[in-house]
């Protein structure tokens, strides 16, 4: 095998998670399937900490990464779109916030591929100044229901709603295909989309589920979890390994 490029995969704060109880040791931690997905891919996946207190040792972790890709999670703290919290609005993880936004932007800057899923896809619209909706059912009306989530008794590859693929779009040259059906565990969404993105795949009631840098730079987000659909989905499958091709050039 030729040269597996190392992804840098972000992880999230142990407490930061409903219903995680008070007491135990502080940890990060991130769900294996992104992991795998990675390595399936032919990358070289790792962990990236949430050092947000130390910019010089993430810039390290950083210069040695061949690509990011930022997974999905807990909500994104408004104070980072400059808004007050909806009491609608989950736990977050401000450490979290601050590192995936430093690498993100310290990857448009160099044009490092980078990957944004779900939670992530939010991330890179915020760090371009973006905003979101902190909850879709009480701020966004034609909303569909869109929290499909595992505690509430969805399996993670349920396909929740289709969305429709941008022709001509580097997601859409990706996955083959005009529309897709998807899995949904999010109940915030892109509300105005940065300078310098477009929308590349869109629900039925309207919302933005994927967008992409305008620029040429390899900065694809969808709002779907594709590390959970690439044991059945081809499409899925081959966004993985653009993005790990891509990471090894």
Request: one cysteine or more; a negative charge; charged letters at 25%.
């Amino acid at each position: 095998m030729g040269h597996r490029p190392l992804i840098g995969i972000t992880t999230q704060t142990l407490h930061s998670i409903d219903g995680i109880p008070e007491g135990l040791p502080s940890s990060w931690m991130m769900n294996q399937r992104y992991l795998y997905a990675v390595a399936e891919s032919g990358g070289a996946p790792l962990m990236v900490p949430l050092i947000d207190d130390d910019s010089e040792t993430l810039r390290a972790i950083y210069d040695r990464l061949d690509g990011i890709l930022i997974p999905g999670g807990v909500d994104m703290d408004p104070h980072t779109f400059g808004e007050e919290r909806s009491p609608r609005l989950g736990r977050t993880d401000a450490a979290r916030d601050a590192v995936e936004l430093a690498l993100t932007r310290w990857a448009i800057e160099d044009k490092k591929p980078l990957l944004g899923l779900c939670r992530g896809s939010q991330v890179i619209n915020v760090a371009l100044g973006g905003t979101l909706y902190q909850d879709l059912e009480a701020e966004y009306p034609p909303a569909i229901k869109h929290d499909y989530f595992p505690n509430a008794g969805f399996a993670r590859d349920y396909l929740a709603h289709p969305v429709e693929v941008a022709r001509g779009s580097r997601l859409g040259d990706i996955l083959d295909r005009d529309d897709v059906r998807v899995n949904s565990m999010h109940h915030q969404g892109v509300k105005q989309l940065a300078p310098g993105l477009v929308v590349n795949a869109v629900a039925p009631d309207g919302l933005i589920e994927g967008l992409e840098s305008s620029n040429g730079h390899f900065m694809v987000g969808v709002q779907w979890h594709p590390e959970s659909l690439v044991d059945h989905d081809a499409g899925m499958r081959q966004l993985f390994r653009t993005f790990i091709d891509v990471s090894a050039r």
